[in-house]
Structure formats: C-alpha cells, structure tokens
C-alpha cells in the first residue's frame, strides 16, 4: 500500500482522472463544458462502517497529460 500511495502522490497533477462517483447530477451548460475534480476525504470508522467525515474538492485544471483538445 505505502508503495501505491507513493506512486500516486509522486505523479501530482499528472495522475490520471480515473475515480467516478455515483449518484451523478448532470446539468446542460449552454457551451457544452464539462469538468473535474479531485476529492480529498477524511473517512472515519464508526459503529454503522466508514463515514466521510471531512472533503476537499479541488477543480482540475489541467487536462490529462496536459495536452488541449483539438478544434
């Protein structure tokens, strides 16, 4: 585990954007934009399991391998 962990943190902003949640609501944007970000979470163990007790959400700014979209 310590080594995954090491990996992911030593790619930074170059980790891919791989993790999807559920229960997803899309809304329509008038210039068909869309976005990402990163979820930094606190989980806590209590009586009824795991519990996110705290959440960074940190917008995506870069696209994957920093490369734009053509067009």
């Known amino acids: 585990m310590a080594a995954v962990r090491e990996a992911a943190w030593t790619l930074g902003a170059t980790n891919p954007v791989a993790h999807h949640v559920t229960n997803v609501v899309v809304t329509a944007w008038a210039d068909d934009s869309c976005g990402s970000v990163s979820y930094d979470d606190t989980a806590v163990r209590i009586a009824d399991g795991w519990?996110?007790?705290?959440?960074?959400?940190?917008?995506?700014?870069?696209?994957?391998?920093?490369?734009?979209?053509?067009?």
């Open 51 to 71: 519990r996110i007790s705290h959440r960074r959400v940190s917008p995506r700014r870069t696209p994957l391998g920093g490369m734009t979209q053509p067009g």
